[in-house]
């Protein structure tokens, strides 16, 4: 069983930076490929950026490629999403999901072993 807690959202003018976490428990957190998502209000869940199991391959949604980025720590069980550049269309729930395949066509129904609860990040215009 492994959870999932982010951190580091909050509010931030446009133009600013952010960095959430995404900290797993248990001794596995190696063995999954890690997705961010994002829900806005009103919105559907959408990915955002992907890492493989060492970190060696990501990939990024084409609204945030340049802006963010996406990196792990296994020896930490954790991810990391820097996000620069901020902008008012960024504002949502961030979530992370861990799945055991390497998924090249994220989508949140893809049945990832596991979920995050969220961290809201607002920017301001």
């Known amino acids: 069983q492994v959870q999932l807690v982010e951190s580091g959202g909050g509010l931030v003018q446009a133009g600013g930076s952010l960095r959430l976490s995404c900290a797993a428990s248990?001794?596995?957190?190696?063995?999954?490929?890690m997705y961010w998502f994002r829900q806005a209000p009103g919105k559907e869940r959408e990915f955002v950026a992907a890492?493989?199991?060492?970190?060696?391959?990501?990939y990024y949604a084409d609204s945030v490629k340049g802006r963010f980025t996406i990196s792990r720590d296994n020896a930490k069980n954790t991810m990391y999403l820097q996000m620069n550049s901020l902008e008012p269309e960024d504002t949502a729930v961030y979530y992370c999901?861990?799945?055991?395949?390497?998924?090249?066509?994220?989508?949140?129904?893809?049945?990832?072993?596991?979920w995050g609860q969220g961290t809201q990040v607002t920017v301001s215009s």
């Open positions: 999901a861990a799945g055991r395949a390497w998924d090249l066509a994220p989508r949140p129904n893809n049945g990832y072993d596991y």
């Open positions: 248990g001794r596995t957190f190696s063995t999954y490929a």
């Open positions: 890492i493989s199991w060492s970190g060696g391959r990501t």
